[in-house]
């Protein structure tokens, strides 16, 4: 397994590969855990080459707080990998590696994708994403690039950032990966103590109950429902819950046959914000 940590090494290498056929990426902030795994499996599986990148991206986190306290396991991130394969390249660059300069992101134009949820509670979030991942696109030039559902809106921000590129890349979205206890596997989960781990599974658990729920009632009804459930729990705080629909993002008013739906949430246990999502 390769580690390349500079821009410069990173094209030298890309140079001496000119042969493969296909690229896989898998950008991921490190901590990795099983969830990523089963990104860069599949990446193995479709690619020649596969690139995981580890970078904790800066201009992403609107809470500097929320920033400090992400967890840093490199070592550990890349026995994992190791255990994958060994023939994955490791691309863990430092901020001003791949900022050269004022660590800012760009200004997007996601069409209103970037404005909901996420967005609405976390101001210029999808800048930073967006941000980082046209560098990787653009450092790496990659075949196929591959990120968890569970980041939905963030999946169907980068497709929207692709198509208004013209980067020739194709954006692979993959499964949601769960702890036994159904807890979205989360390098966040990490910073939980064992009971609000435990206690989190409620999430899934209010979750499954509300898709159940949205087959018969409205969706006004399962959001009131799921805030209920949320407001009776003692230690858990609801940020949000919304239904949407899969394309645009937009909060459904009066349901359609013919769209496809997901319920979003995101939730505080302690200080930890957790999100989830399930289609319905």
């Known amino acids: 397994m ?12 890309l140079d001496s590969q000119k042969k493969t056929k296909s690229i896989g990426l898998v950008p991921t902030m490190g901590a990795l855990h099983m969830g990523h795994i089963s990104l860069v499996k599949k ?24 920033l400090d306290k992400y967890p840093s396991t490199l070592e550990a991130d890349l026995n994992l990998l190791q255990a994958v ?36 509670f976390r101001k210029g979030h999808f800048d930073g994403v967006g941000t980082i991942v046209e560098k990787l696109l653009r450092i790496i030039s990659p075949t196929r690039a591959y990120f968890g559902e569970k980041d939905f809106q963030q999946l169907q921000i980068i497709k929207k950032l692709v198509e208004n590129t013209n980067l020739p890349v194709e954006i692979i979205g993959c499964p949601i990966v769960r702890e036994a206890n159904g807890l979205a596997m989360s390098s966040r989960n990490e ?18 109950a509300a898709k159940q729920k ?17 407001n009776a729990h003692p230690k858990l705080n609801l940020e949000y819950v919304k239904i ?16 496809k739906y997901r319920a979003f949430i995101a939730v505080y246990a302690g200080d930890v914000r957790l999100i989830d999502n399930i289609a319905l």
């Open 244 to 259: 949407a629909d899969t394309d645009q993002l937009k909060p459904v008013k009066r349901k359609n046959r013919k769209v």
């Open 85 to 120: 394969s060994d023939g994955i390249v490791v691309f863990a660059p430092s901020a001003s590696e791949i900022y050269s300069g004022e660590i800012t992101s760009k200004t997007y134009d996601f069409e209103g994708l970037e404005n909901v949820m996420e967005g609405e």
């Open 43 to 66: 990446s193995v599986e479709e690619n020649e080459l596969t690139f995981v990148s580890i970078f904790v991206n800066p201009t992403q986190f609107n809470n500097k707080e929320d």
């Open 191 to 208: 910073r939980l103590d064992t009971e609000l781990r435990h206690e989190a599974g409620f999430i899934y658990k209010t979750l499954k």
């Open 214 to 230: 949205f087959g018969t009632k409205s969706a006004n009804f399962v959001v009131d429902w799921v805030k209920k459930q949320f």
């Open 2 to 13: 390769q580690l390349i940590s500079t821009k410069k090494e990173l094209k030298s290498y």
